[in-house]
């Protein structure tokens, strides 16, 4: 099985451009699609990109997903913060292995 | 349209079985490709998958928690539902149902609010 390790939080300015990044701890990132969830305080998630760098119908083209083989990661960039961007967001892959989803711990945008 | 709500009780005893059933509209667990998975959060903790089920009944689970979840659907009445036996305080969480689709390999893209269950 493998491991998603995401940074425990982010912080930046409005206006500004952040990186998440989910680093995979075993096998190919890009093996399985990578999807990318939302979650603000007291709320469901939200799916803001999946199948790697495809966003769903009403999310801001501020958003967007992208797989680097290289460093064996995914990441969300997330370009022109607004204060409303400020949420969790957990990345999520899929482990053929044990045939099971795979959640990041997520991580804690601040938009300050 | 999807939509998804999770319903159940909210309060359990240690040992019990919770049974929580997800209600959804916007599409049908006999289509081909389709899925209802659900995902769990604790207070204050990071999102936990439990497992899906599919259109074909061809289910998966956690591994940590496969002995004591079972998914079933009831397609007439657009309805999935998570058993989870011998509860213990740390089963103690918000629950989520979701829909998926095979193709995206478990990928959510319409969730339920989710439902609070203390144990």
């Known amino acids: 099985n493998f491991v998603l390790t995401q940074p425990r939080s982010v912080s930046e300015s409005p206006g500004k451009t952040v990186t998440i990044s989910c680093s995979r701890s075993?096998?190919?990132?890009?093996?399985?699609?990578v999807h990318w969830y939302q979650q603000r305080p007291g709320s469901a998630p939200v799916s803001v990109i999946f199948d790697d760098n495809q966003r769903p119908s009403g999310v801001p083209d501020r958003f967007s997903g992208s797989i680097d083989s290289s460093s064996n990661s995914a990441s969300l960039t997330i370009s022109g913060l607004m204060t409303e961007d400020e949420a969790y967001y957990y990345c999520?892959?899929?482990?053929?292995?044990?045939?099971?989803?795979?959640f990041g711990g997520g991580t804690k945008l601040t938009v300050l | 349209q999807i939509t998804l709500k999770e319903s159940g009780p909210t309060l359990v005893k240690p040992t019990q079985t919770l049974t929580l059933t997800c209600t959804f509209s916007?599409?049908?667990?006999?289509?081909?490709?389709?899925?209802v998975a659900w995902v769990r959060q604790p207070p204050g903790k990071a999102l936990e998958w439990l497992g899906i089920?599919?259109?074909?009944?061809?289910?998966r689970y956690s591994l940590s928690l496969k002995s004591r979840v079972t998914l079933t659907k009831d397609t007439s009445k657009n309805q999935a539902v998570l058993t989870l036996a011998n509860l213990d305080p740390m089963d103690t969480a918000t629950y989520f149902c979701?829909?998926?689709?095979?193709?995206?390999?478990?990928?959510?893209?319409?969730w339920g609010p989710g439902t609070t269950v203390t144990v």
């Open positions: 999520q892959s899929y482990s053929v292995a044990i045939r099971s989803v795979v």
């Open positions: 979701a829909h998926a689709k095979i193709l995206s390999e478990g990928g959510m893209d319409v």
């Open positions: 089920i599919y259109w074909d009944d061809n289910n």
């Open positions: 075993s096998g190919s990132i890009d093996s399985n699609f």
């Open positions: 916007g599409f049908s667990l006999s289509t081909s490709g389709v899925g």
